[in-house]
């Protein structure tokens, strides 16, 4: 059973700092997402990774991918308040009929502090 | 843009009645999936479909069952529902054989009292 785990699961942050969300998973896939939820609203995507060494950046977020390491990282450069929201990743395991099937993480609650 | 909806935004039902989600999606897409999504669980998949008429048990089955007879709807049914299914409902879709990303639609919050 594919097991997806992100830490930290709750994250404080400081305005103007980085850090880190880490996504680990416990059987190969070359494929993962990650997701942004606001409080009360969906889920919408963010990036999609798709071969080991990927590296995708939009503003200030950054997400790679490390297949054997079963690792994916998303990073946050200088935070902002409007970052403030819960991240999800999700691998990507092929199923029946041809359907990709996700799993996700449990997400980390961010909240960027003035 | 792609664009998923679901039937309501707030259900409120009691425990025994049969419940319906609805969700419609308008690009074509081929694979459509319900997720409850539960505090500190995050999204568990209750089933899915890859194609009309054809569905696949996702990670948490029991207690729900799903109709698509139409490739842009897929609907998800509660046949006597319980407290435990109280919970956020979404719905998502997205197209076949390509590493795609899945599109949610709003979510459905559940409530069986």
């Known amino acids: 059973e594919l097991k997806v785990e992100q830490n930290p699961l709750f994250l404080s942050m400081q305005e103007g700092k980085n850090y880190t969300i880490y996504c680990n998973y416990s059987?190969?896939?070359?494929?993962l997402y990650w997701y942004r939820q606001d409080p009360g609203k969906s889920l919408e995507s963010l990036f999609v990774l798709l071969s080991n060494g990927a590296v995708k950046q939009e503003g200030r977020l950054m997400a790679s991918l490390d297949t054997k390491a079963r690792l994916s990282t998303l990073h946050i450069t200088a935070a902002v308040h409007d970052l403030s929201a819960t991240y999800f990743c999700?691998?990507?395991?092929?199923?029946?009929?041809?359907?990709?099937?996700?799993?996700f993480g449990s997400g980390t609650q961010l909240t960027v502090l003035p | 843009d792609v664009k998923v909806t679901q039937s309501s935004r707030y259900l409120v039902k009691r425990t025994g009645e049969k419940v319906f989600l609805e969700c419609v999606q308008d690009?074509?897409?081929?694979?459509m999936f319900w997720y409850r999504q539960d505090p500190g669980l995050g999204l568990r998949l209750i089933y899915f479909?890859?194609?009309?008429?054809?569905?696949e048990k996702g990670d948490i089955p029991e207690g729900y069952s799903v109709s698509r007879e139409k490739k842009e709807r897929f609907s998800l049914i509660l046949e006597s529902a319980s407290t435990n299914q109280t919970s956020m409902y979404l719905c998502?879709?997205?197209?076949?054989?390509?590493?795609?990303?899945?599109?949610f639609g709003p979510g459905t919050r559940l409530t069986v009292l």
């Open positions: 690009m074509d897409h081929e694979n």
């Open positions: 998502a879709s997205s197209f076949r054989l390509v590493a795609d990303t899945q599109y």
């Open positions: 999700a691998v990507d395991i092929a199923s029946s009929g041809s359907a990709r099937q996700l799993t």
């Open positions: 059987t190969t896939s070359d494929r």
């Open positions: 479909s890859y194609d009309v008429k054809m569905k």
